[in-house]
């Protein structure tokens, strides 16, 4: 049965009566296990949204979970006149818009694929007959005036960066479109933050009072290229790197913080400090206004230095995630990270010395990585001892570098799920150095004595929220625990 309307947000209000847009989104991406897990509002949706409203045109935002989309469930259409229901396309979604498109086509709407990774590309989409138009590059800078042409029927072509099954079944294409600074996009509306779905556990920072996140972006692309990075978790991958004003960035911080009642704000550009001039205008603009709300943000150790990190100090900046990938300068380099240890060392002791919490992202299962490699990142992390350490398992997605060096097919990879032959190193021995490192790291002396005063204060702060996700850590926990000992037992029998 299809699911009703408390999981709707309003995006946008258009006028009385007139179809609007649902956004179709799912929360099944990053794999229950992993630790912690973010909830980031989908920017190219609520953007999109939130533009389509200055043209008088409404949207609602539904976000489908794992289970639905195992269920192949459709959302309920009946209450939303959706002349356009615009769907994330992921590799495991292919059934759901195969029920989608027919029960959207019934109703008189068209569907829209858009944020395509992991195997689905729009060609295939079109002509399997999954969607009626394919949104490639940035979702905000072609899906409102597709949608706005498809809703009120205006003149003029399909605007760039959409595809389309032509009537001689080959693939129209309207070309490339411009990528969209931030300087000419919408606020993030407030009613997508104040549903309160949307939070960053993997920063459980204590400020004095709960946390309640807002969201922004800056900067959008990378001006780097790393051979794992995949548009399933970066904003960034391909995009060219994009400056906003200082000044843009920091009225929408103010509007979050004011009107929306935010008492922090995580920054989600991929590469937040990856312009230092840029940065330090940034930092000088919010402590010159005497802005009191903190404020996180990630970026790369090589991207940092004791200026900048003085600078982000005095502006309100109190968390910082970096990928450190690894502590070995051989898998670095197999990365394509073009990074070292050293220099992750070094500026990892300089955030410390400053106090900010940190998140620091590794992975196992790298490219030609041995037992030893995983040491020195172990030790490196501990060394550091960020508050939050992922570790991830390598994972050759369909849009990566790594897949297409590996000859792997892409398709239904997650992160949760090590693949093979990128390294010497088995699925069981690699969930196995997972789980190890985990405890190590979080039952250490080192990390009790570093955080567990600050762990306390946010479990305070915010008890609810805190209790939820150490909750949903130990059940993780548990659950690896059990999955070893199960493959242990099977392999002992197979002995
Ligand atoms: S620095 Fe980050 S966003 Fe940029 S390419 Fe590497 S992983 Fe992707």
């Given amino acids: 049965m299809a699911r009703k309307g408390p999981n709707l947000i309003v995006i946008g209000r258009g006028r009385e009566g007139a179809p609007e847009v649902l956004f179709v989104v799912f929360d099944d991406e990053t794999g229950s296990g992993l630790h912690p897990r973010d909830r980031t509002p989908p920017f190219g949706a609520a953007l999109s949204g939130a533009a389509l409203e200055a043209a008088g045109i ?4 539904l976000e489908l979970s794992a289970s639905d989309v195992k269920r192949g469930d459709v ?33 008189g709407g068209s569907v829209v694929a858009l944020g395509m990774y992991s195997g689905m590309s729009a060609d295939s989409i079109l002509t399997r007959g ?20 498809l809703i009120s029927g205006g003149g003029g072509g399909i605007p760039p960066g959409v ?49 309640k996140w ?28 994009r400056l906003c004003s200082p000044e843009r960035l920091f009225e929408e911080m103010k509007h979050q913080a004011e009107r929306g009642g935010r008492t922090i704000i995580s920054v989600e550009d991929d590469l937040f400090t990856g312009d230092r001039e840029w940065t330090l205008r940034f930092c000088g603009l919010l402590g010159k206004s005497g802005w009191k709300t903190p404020w996180i943000m990630q970026t790369r150790f090589d991207c940092l230095d004791e200026e900048v990190l003085a600078a982000l100090k005095r502006a309100g900046c109190v968390g910082i995630t970096c990928g450190m990938e690894s502590g070995s300068d051989r898998v670095l380099e197999a990365l394509g990270k073009k990074e070292t240890v050293a220099r992750i060392r070094e500026t990892g002791r300089m955030i410390k010395q400053y106090g900010f919490a940190t998140r620091y992202t590794t992975m196992v299962g790298s490219p030609g990585e041995t037992e030893e490699d995983v040491m020195k990142t172990a030790a490196l992390v501990r060394e550091l001892n960020p508050t939050v350490v992922q570790m991830s398992f390598c994972t050759p997605y369909a849009d990566t570098e790594l897949a297409k060096e590996a000859g792997a097919p892409g398709g239904d990879r997650r992160f949760e799920d090590p693949a093979s032959g990128i390294c010497a190193l088995s699925a069981d021995r690699l969930k196995k150095i997972r789980l190890k490192f985990y405890a190590r790291h ?11 005063a600050g ?39 197979a002995e």
């Fill in 58 to 61: 409404g949207s609602r935002l």
């Fill in 75 to 107: 959302p309920e259409l009946r209450g939303v006149n959706a002349g356009v229901v615009a769907v994330e396309a992921g590799a495991r979604h292919d059934a759901f818009l195969e029920r989608l498109r027919p029960a959207v086509k019934e109703s």
């Fill in 130 to 149: 999954l969607a009626d138009f394919c949104v490639v590059g940035e979702t905000e800078a072609a899906l409102p005036g597709l949608a706005e042409r």
């Fill in 163 to 211: 595809k389309w099954l032509k009537p001689d079944g080959g693939i129209g294409f309207s070309g490339q479109s411009v990528p969209v600074n931030t300087d000419d996009m919408p606020f993030l509306p407030l009613s997508v933050l104040s549903d309160g779905r949307y939070r960053k556990n993997s920063f459980p920072v204590p400020i004095g009072r709960p946390l």
């Fill in 214 to 241: 807002g969201f922004v972006l800056g900067n959008r692309g990378c001006r780097f290229a790393c051979r794992f990075c995949t548009a399933m978790t970066r904003q960034s991958l391909t995009k060219e790197y």
């Fill in 442 to 452: 979080y039952f250490s002396i080192s990390y009790l004595r570093g955080h567990a």
């Fill in 455 to 493: 762990a306390v204060r946010y479990l305070i702060e915010n008890p609810r929220i805190a209790a939820s996700q150490n909750a949903a850590f130990a059940s993780f926990v548990a659950r690896q625990v059990l999955r070893t000992a199960g493959l242990r037992f099977v392999s002992r029998r």
